[in-house]
């Protein structure tokens, strides 16, 4: 092993890998390594510009002579060992390139699993397996990456994005690194020993948090690339992540109050028909939202004049309502597409390694845009900037479809300008976000959020409100989407919602439904955003003023009723009191967001956030913070009218409902009819 020292860190080398360890932003350290000739340079998530800083690099020799020769002066010998340190983190690293990370106090927080031959250590395994292994895939300079660390007893793990299933804590869980509708892979995670650890990699690959190790896998890269970070809270973690990976912007006022759609409003008169009936009731709505298949062609990037003959006007009518107009934009261009041919001429579409020139059929044939291409990213930017924005005003874009979601999720057979899909995938939904981001600050925007159906690690910078995808209308989706809007916040994406009552399914007549609609809506009044959406079944027929096919192109009808007054009067009652909770908490929201802002803290929180020394907070589950002083407890359970709810010890929490106050450290009965949600609130703060 040959150490050399650098000025903000150490360079190894082991045969021939070369490795780096550097100092990168405060209490951080990003590791590299490569059997290639050099780094390809790439920063991936790590964009943002941090403060250069010269890590503390000590090369040093110890005495190596094994325990039982240590009497013996001719077989004395030494080894030479290094330590790189900034700040509260530093890697320790032996004769043979075995990396242990530790903070301040000298206290071990992770280190690589390697079980072969270490003389330092006194150790030999047989089984010959690396902490660091980059296998070549023949015929290329590309490589099979695994990395290995040490698992441990009593570690919990939390982030890594949005996963559908039901556990918080991610240890013993094995997650797939890739994409896909409703799965969102934002590789970071923060873990109960005081570190928070980013895949740097945008690559397909796994992740297992073992019992008996933990791996991370990429099925094709050029490198390993990690950061990792040390904090004595999870909060300095969280700060200390989106120091170096972006942070989201401020939320703009109208993102923080009530948002209205369905599928799907077919015209405008439908449009400013729901508008105009949540004014007449008197009802707050800050954005309702034009969903797909409103536009002529997918690709085409307008309205369809038939349905929509004068969007600027429905757009002054809605903000004069105090409502903006959120556009749904799809990133499939169809082949019959007005832009189509300029596109794929100029090599702006993502490419297929074999077979047709498509990658999907549902509508028509379509490609999607590569939107790891810059010159893609700018030319989709300026089609919808002249035909939504220019046009008619419209400054908030759904952009669905963000995996992108393809058919079949066969990643070997996709190639963007970045390179092989296997290589590249994930980063896909932060470069879509960030093309209208940069895009809708060029054009002079001051707030920029674009809902988005998928995110990677640092599309919060680019102003990216994640939505949960196309979850079904049950009560599992409905549990599952609490720890995957928290994981979303833990991994720094502080911007999430889901669908209201589910997407796919919920039929508006049914009593259940009507349940699940109800614990959801009150539920979604404490996310970040409070969103209402879904299929609702069943979908309208065709009939002669919405024809199955318009000039050969099939249209998508759209489902049932979706406002806050189709589910009954006793509903309607119900969801208008949350409309109003809404707003009365607005001065709050605002508060939260500014905090996500400058630190990046998550606007819905895990007990454990706020309340670390709280053993017991570490494994609640099923309730969580709102910001620093509201406890929200939804009602998970079909039939279920009361709940216990556990109080974090180091306050004293209020029930919002009755205003019986309790010390904290203790779990409460809580009644929680039809049309009340358990909520507290901390140390005698009146929120409501």
Known sequence: MIFTPLQNGLELRRGTERLWIEAWGKDGLRVRATRRSQLTGRDWALLESVPEIAAEVAVSEIDATEPWNRDDPAKRHTATVARVRNGNIAAEVDEEGWITFVNAK???????YWRQRNRLAGYCSPLKLEGRELRPLPGTDDYALTARFEAFDGERIFGMGQYQYSRLDKKGAVLELAHRNSQASVPFCVSSRGYGFLWNNPAIGRCCFGTNLTEWTAASCKELDYWITAGDTPAQILENYTAVTGRAPMMPEYGMGYWQCKLRY???????????????RGYPLDVIVVDFFHWTLEGDYKFDPRCFPDPSAMVRELRDMGVETAVSVWPTVDSRSENYPAMAERGLLVRNDRGLGHQNSWIGNTAYFDATNP?????VW????????????????WLDEAEPEYPEYEFDHYRYFDGPALQVSNEYPACYARGFYEGLKAAGEADVISLVRCAWAGSQRYGALTWSGDVSSTWQAFREQLQAGLSMGMAGIPWWTSDIGGFLGGVPGDADFRELLVRWFEWACFCPVFRMHGERQPWYDYDEEHPRFVDNVLQITGGQPNEVWSYGEDVEKILAKYLFVRERLRPYVREVMREAHETGAPVMRPLFFGFPEDIEAWGVEDEYLFG??????????????????????????????????YAGGQSVEADAPLDVIPLFTRDGRKLI
Do not use: S
């Open 106 to 112: 000298g206290d071990v927080l992770t280190k690589e």
């Open 266 to 280: 077919r015209t405008q008169d439908e449009v400013l028909a729901v508008a105009r009936e949540h004014v007449r």
């Open 382 to 397: 300026d089609v919808c900037r002249r035909n939504y924005h220019d046009a008619h005003g419209v400054k908030v874009f």
């Open 375 to 379: 010159e893609a990213r700018q030319f």
């Open 628 to 661: 620093a002083d509201l406890l929200v407890a939804p009602v998970l359970e079909k039939g279920a009218r009361a709940r216990r709810v556990y109080l974090p010890a180091g306050a004293r929490w209020t029930d919002a409902n009755t205003g019986e106050t």
